[in-house]
């Protein structure tokens, strides 16, 4: 059984910091690219960042670049997302994602507010 379970969502203030971080389960993890999707308020759900199967290749938004980075610990099933200078517009809940023919999969997701 797939499971996919964010962490370190929360509130911070403008030019803040986050890590989040992805748990996955129940399948072969360190085979699959894994991406970082976001939903902000009222808006459709978008890529933020991925990274291949050995961390070699990584793409971002170009909202984010410069300021996010993902990374992977294929040890640990763990994906990561280092979010720096954080502004208002990055409040949404951010999601962990994997392609498996021939579905997606998603984790529940965890909020981040960006606020003063």
């Known amino acids: 059984q797939v499971q996919l379970v964010e962490s370190g969502g929360g509130l911070v203030q403008p030019g803040g910091s986050l890590q989040l971080s992805c748990a996955a389960s129940?399948?072969?993890?360190?085979?699959?690219?894994m991406s970082w999707y976001r939903q902000g308020p009222g808006k459709e759900r978008e890529l933020v960042a991925r990274?291949?199967?050995?961390?070699?290749?990584?793409n971002y938004a170009d909202s984010v670049k410069g300021r996010f980075a993902i990374s992977r610990d294929n040890a640990k099933n763990r994906v990561y997302l280092q979010m720096n200078n954080l502004k208002p517009e990055d409040t949404a809940v951010y999601y962990c994602?994997?392609?498996?023919?021939?579905?997606?999969?998603w984790g529940q997701g965890t909020q981040v507010t960006v606020s003063s």
């Open positions: 994602s994997y392609y498996q023919p021939p579905r997606d999969y």
């Open positions: 990274i291949s199967s050995d961390s070699r290749n990584t």
């Open positions: 129940g399948f072969s993890f360190s085979t699959y690219a």
